[in-house]
């Protein structure tokens, strides 16, 4: 048993804020000093419902914006695992056909657990199992922005599909629940993925931490 219990650390905000660059961007910068065993990022979308037993145009017509279409129970349990000295398989999950697909993968107990996703404040239980809270707030025009070009060309969709499913359910889902789980964050923050000072600070706070860990 390690003498450190895992720092969890969730990355929220809306739909192409920039949640995984921000998180990618930390792993690259601190992959060489922590090794495999130190940094991981777990990504909320691999907790989408299955839907396996839907057909595909069924599929197509979920609410993927609303709480209900994440399984989170299960990546509450998942987090509590791997505070708990346990490896997890975490789903994979295809958006293209919207389901998850018959791969896991399996993930160890890392010192530093970075989990990024649209509405990972907005559950209380969740919000219980992290130790930073983190909100991008970058404009949603913005986002949407980058969201259709990234759907478009990495997710199989149409400029109209993106339009459609934007206007019925991300933006409203969005003023709904995502926004205002900003109050729960402990660091908010603006301009995106590639805000240096940001960036740094929260590798500030991660040495610190590992600093204790070595300590203990
Ligand atoms: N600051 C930025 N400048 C330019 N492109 C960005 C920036 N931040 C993110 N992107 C791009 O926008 C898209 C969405 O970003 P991503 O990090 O995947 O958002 P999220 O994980 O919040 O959905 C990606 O294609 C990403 O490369
Ligand atoms: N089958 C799916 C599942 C999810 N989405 C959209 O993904 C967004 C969340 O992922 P980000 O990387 O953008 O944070 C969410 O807004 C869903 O609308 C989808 O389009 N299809």
């Known amino acids: ?13 809306a739909s192409a804020s920039g949640k995984t660059l921000f998180a990618k961007t930390i792993y690259r910068e601190l992959i060489d000093e922590l090794g495999e065993e130190g940094i991981v990022i777990i990504n ?10 839907l057909a595909l145009a069924e599929r197509e017509n979920t609410n993927y914006d609303h709480p209900n ?10 987090i509590t695992a791997l505070c ?5 398989e975490v789903p994979q999950y295809c ?6 697909t018959d791969e896991t993968t399996a993930i160890s107990p890392k010192r530093i657990i970075l989990v990024e996703g649209i509405l990972l404040l907005n559950n209380p239980d969740l919000r219980d199992r992290f130790d ?3 909100y991008m707030d970058t404009p949603l025009d913005i986002c949407l922005l980058r969201r259709i ?9 149409s400029v109209d599909s993106v339009t459609k499913q934007y206007l019925s359910t991300v933006r409203p889902m969005f003023y709904q629940f995502v926004e205002p789980s900003k ?3 402990d660091l908010v923050i603006t301009r995106g993925g590639k805000n240096r000072i940001a960036l740094d600070v929260v590798k500030a706070n991660i040495h610190q931490i590992l600093q204790k860990h070595l300590k203990e």
């Open 1 to 13: 048993m390690p003498n450190w219990k895992p720092t969890v650390i969730a990355i929220a905000g």
């Open 44 to 53: 909320e979308d691999a907790y989408y419902r299955d839907q396996s037993h």
């Open 69 to 78: 279409a994440f399984e989170h129970e299960l990546l509450s349990q998942h």
């Open 84 to 88: 708990n000295n346990e490896a997890v």
């Open 95 to 100: 958006y293209k056909t919207h389901t998850r």
């Open 132 to 134: 930073i809270k983190i």
């Open 149 to 157: 070009s990234r759907d478009v060309n990495e997710r199989g969709r």
């Open 183 to 185: 109050q729960w964050a």
